[in-house]
């Protein structure tokens, strides 16, 4: 009885230890504290030095992305350091009140060491997100996929299932998102699906043909070119481009069971094989009133053809090519082009584009809306939340970063026993990065200093969403009576006012510095 | 080999342990065993006396309640004591034939034992009804519910996860009852949730305003008014009186994960917190164009202010209620009165009011019913079910109990193998509790003698639901044909028109006594 | 702390070995292993024998099946043997030219040994279907469900959950099929259910009655009839015929729990109860305005009357079937009858009805197609998948096999890494046997030689689904451009042609057999 009390002991600690292991992983504590130790903010180049030399221990491919952010970080420290500098210069002008000068130079070595501590804890997150994919909503570019089809001509990604990722997804968890990679001159092999997708152009050019149980439909394919094909259809792409990349972004809500789907090929002699192989043999003569040596021919054949991936030749392209509609910015049968709409927004930082299930009757069965977003260099899309969709943005050009507020209690399993805490999530932004946002979580993306961000964007569970700007001119606060503001913000009125309704004067993109310079 | 094989037996033998644990808890037989022995039907003074000292060592709130319970208790036991002496008189009357008379005499006496051994049954349902807690239908006021925010100036309180109540209840799991008691001349902070919502007041008077992405809404609040806030909307309230707390019941229908959802506060300097604040300085001073020590006076400041609650002064008051909307029986834009509908029906013993998603826009993303009943003191709700909705019911004054019938075997987790064995549900109801009925589950509720019993209830999954009564005139046995009724009841079909036809005289509610006295 | 960590791994190792030997179940290597040995392709007389032995521990229902299944077994052999003696002789032709006829003997062994070993393939994948029921979409007649009254007079089972049977199964997790079987002369007690309901009657005759909270609705039921049932409409029935049985399949939707139902009985005085025995007294009293008496008679009487079965007199049947509708290929009110309807589709080969929702009102609730098929003997219904919906198929008359492409890899719960390999699931079907056909999974169906088989299905989530042939006349390859054939087959496209569309000559039926012999 000792004994058995004893197992009982063991069973639970091991739970309890399990638990705190997964809860150490989502948290990390030590490595936070590592960081913090090795921050030096007296010398930057060194740090900068240090930064280039893990970035040398990460894959191949990231290696780029990671020394370019070494760079920012150090630009950062550089720039922050000179604002002390010139708040310091500031304090001389006060050379006739010594006390006083004092006081400023205090306060500015104080603005900076506050400033780097709140850099630091900044910089940790970020650091997380890049390098050790915490953060929940961020998928970057190649992790958390797996590759059905990796081949020499081609790679058919799918991301990981989203509630597998963090279970904060679970919401979203009957769509999956899917990456088709075909070289130059590479045709696609013709499967269907047991879901509804949504195909998006991301890069390149080509030609998309499918069949439904009646009609072939045949779509020129260049980016923003949003395609509808319907579940249970068989469709075939080619990469009709000798030099670039067709990339495409695929959502996929299936139809048997949540969050899984699977491709079924016609024909194909092994990695894919044919689904025809499986059916008995006295069925397919029958079915096909034909002899087994036939059916051994197309089905059975050792032919050195492999893979969902296969060179095309021009005369091939052409051929398929031919007849293939070229999608406008308005739907007619089951595609358009979104980015050759009017945007729906636009000025001087950026350009918004949207195409809505209530518009484009492709975009129903799937339930989503389509985004395109354009942020100019060094611009910012003004802080926003949407009511009803959750986004799973896809970077397509450029970089920058992402800043979303997420309560900080949502992140455990356990109930919410508190509300009203929130943290930053951030990341940085390179192109085939995928980013979740929830509904009603508040969010904030940044162009760099040197180049446009461009992503797409799938608005999942569309339905009468609207966009909420809580930055920028169109901000809600300022909607707010006098008295809620007063009573809010625990301060007179006329100071809230001032932030929120006479200070901003561009909505939607902001340019990334304050436009009149009321500092000095 | 042995110590694995050994190892085995005891996670298994640690499984079936602490399932048998939850199953025991579920039932607990040995507790029922107690109260069985310690009832003394001779006795009613010395169990009343009992009772209350059982009653002091309940929590302090529910002490009166308790109170209550005996004495109800006490009365019907000296009720029913009376019943068999007034039968037992109208035993002499058979004085001619003395053997009549003593037979008559035993009847009455096994008439009393029947009738107490069947209530010990229901008293020990009741006890754990009120008590343990064990009804997977019963929310007491102020149990399973978690406070988000507590404070002096009013309580924010987040009814527990219905599928954690009960797993029988994870059909409505998506939904999530909340409740708002806001203190006199008290503000509530403005937030938006992740989720659709509809708020019923149930006391007190107040205004509530929200800000769609288009417009702002106002409206003032009395008791039976209904708002319909859209998800992202942000919302505030004030309670506009200066004696009476305002109490209002928030169903949320979540769109980012079913049955979870967060509070955003645009302001706050802690508890809640701004969720400006996870947001980078250098995003902020951009997209608002102003400097970082104006933001700082907003965000930063250690104010004494804290709480989602805050005193509000008259002024205030007044400014915040100033052109708001007064919700009539009709909807116009997003709010609607149901108690100043006409009832769908009254008569004397109670009335009924409903108003559902086809009738009222607001309630059409919800998918959720209104409804609101009043029972007259002493009468009861005919007994009848509701063929798709799960209703929530929410009581808001008087007292009175509730009967249900559940199948036996849908309480335990395992495939269901019996079918058409009953259980019944019982609970005492009082202000603030919580009564959950589902769809197809017999139900009726009765007032207690000395106060009408009034609650409303939200209907869950409204569309084309119907309520079929099994009790009262309007029976559904009567519809039945006469071959059905013999078969079925096994008697001759007069006796069963009897009972379910010629008989019944009221609808909907009827007197807690039979109308006409046929008893001799 | 060494022996936690001890304990940890046995933990582990715990849960490894469980999952191993669930595996391990699912796919049982040594029976296979086992059978290939046991295969004696040289005697196909002692392996008859021997498979009729085997029969004999079968269960008692199962033999006669079982001794079919072996005979079937035995003359393929025969004829496979015959066909390479054919071949043989054929050689014998080539006389002249000797070197020729060596070869020739040798490929026509060669071809009889290839036949053999894909037929042992196929002949274990057939056993484990028909006997092990690993098959996840395969529920053979009486197994996978649970009598939930099982009577002298009838029978009424419930099959299993689908994802209990396998996790592959979770999407149409929400529906549940129930079978009703009455006797002859039998009247089934009237009951509600927390469910919507589609009855298709399978066989027999007789009468259904139902009530809703307005009306009441009375059907004659011939094989075909469809009547939609409303959640919470209290329902009876009775077969009318004094010797054929009454069988009934009963989708269920239900609208409180996903996948569980219950039945409330308002008449019972116990197996099942009277739902009214679980209200108290008094408030039977009050409502039905009478005396403890009457009622005790009704709900309280020891009755000799027990069971959901009862027997009915012709009187009594007479009377319940009188005034009832008789329903027609269109729907009135809320049935029809699917056979009488105009075949969508008929040929020498088989037939095919189908009613769905946009056409039948009464199919809207459950989202669901009904289908009827007849397949000629020794016809096939040629392979096709559908778009959207997943089908329950319910073998009504005859016999046949089903043989069903499925991915690999989707059997296994862990995500899917691979993508493009398939397994047949295959297997017999006879009367009362449900077989699940998933959306996209290519089918075909097969009648005996000696015999039509029928059946009709449930097309769940029917929505926008179409019917897509890969097989027979309208085969979806044959709409493809020539250039894809060419890439996707890797033969020039005339010989793709020459299969998909120059030689088939029949759609949806097919006979068996190629319609020209080509073989010399």
């Known amino acids: 009885m000792v004994n058995y009390k004893c197992f009982l002991v063991v069973l639970l600690f091991s739970l309890v230890l399990s638990f705190g292991l997964l809860c150490s992983a989502a948290d990390n504590p030590s490595k936070r504290g590592r960081l913090r130790h090795d921050l030096n903010p007296e010398d930057p180049l060194t740090r900068y030095a240090k930064c280039q030399r893990e970035c040398r221990q990460e894959e191949q491919s990231q290696q780029p992305q990671c020394q370019q952010s070494c760079l920012r970080q150090y630009e950062q420290e550089q720039r922050s350091q000179g604002q002390v500098q010139v708040c310091q210069q500031r304090c001389q002008q006060e050379e006739q009140r010594p006390e006083m000068k004092q006081q400023c130079v205090r306060q500015c070595r104080e603005q900076f060491e506050e400033q780097n501590s709140r850099k630091e804890e900044e910089e940790e997150e970020e650091w997380e997100g890049r390098r050790q994919s915490h953060n929940p909503y961020y998928f970057p570019r190649g992790r958390h996929a797996q590759a059905r089809f990796q081949e020499d001509n081609g790679n058919f990604w799918v991301l990981q299932k989203f509630a597998e990722k963090h279970h904060l997804l679970k919401g979203i968890n009957e769509y999956r998102i899917a990456l088709i990679e075909a070289n130059p001159n590479t045709f696609v092999l013709p499967h269907h699906c047991d879901a509804e997708k949504i195909y998006i152009v991301t890069n390149g050019k080509g030609t998309l043909t499918f069949l439904t149980h009646k009609n072939k439909e045949s779509f020129n394919l260049v980016p923003g070119v949003v395609v509808g094909v319907p579940s249970g259809s068989t469709v075939y792409l080619v990469n009709q481009d000798s030099n670039e990349k067709l990339t495409i972004a695929v959502l996929h809500r299936p139809v048997n069971n949540p969050g899984k789907f699977e491709e079924f090929f016609p024909a194909g002699q092994g990695n894919p094989q044919s689904y025809y192989r499986a059916f008995s043999r006295e069925i397919l003569e029958a079915v096909f009133n034909t002899r087994s040596e036939q059916l051994d021919r197309l089905f059975h054949g050792k032919q050195s053809q492999q893979g969902m991936f296969r060179r095309a030749s021009q005369e091939q392209i052409r051929s398929l090519s031919q007849g293939a509609t070229t999608p406008t910015e308005k739907q007619e049968s089951f595609a358009f082009n979104l980015l050759a709409q009017k945007p729906k927004f636009s000025n001087q930082n950026g350009q918004f584009f949207e195409a809505s299930p209530s518009e484009f009757q492709l975009l129903r069965d799937v339930d989503t809306s389509i985004l395109g977003i354009e942020i100019n260099q060094g611009s910012i899309c003004a802080p926003h939340f ?30 919410e026993t508190r509300s009203g805490e929130y943290r930053k999530v951030k990341a940085r932004l390179f192109p085939g990065d995928i980013f979740v946002v929830p509904a009603g979580f508040p969010v904030t993306y940044v162009a760099s200093q040197n180049q446009n961000l461009r992503f797409l964007a799938f608005g999942l569970y569309h339905r009468n969403n609207s966009r909420i700007f809580v930055g920028g001119k169109d901000n809600l606060v300022r909607k707010m009576d006098s008295a809620a503001k007063e009573l809010a913000f625990g301060v007179p009125s006329k100071l809230v006012d001032e932030i929120f309704t006479d200070n901003p004067k561009e909505s939607y993109f902001v340019s990334g510095h304050r436009q009149q310079r009321a500092f000095v």
Chains 1, 2, 3 share one sequence.
């Open 386 to 415: 949407h009511s009803k969709s959750t986004f799973v943005v896809i970077v397509t050009e450029g970089n920058g970063y992402v800043e979303m507020v997420s309560p900080r209690c949502s992140e455990e399993e356990e109930e």
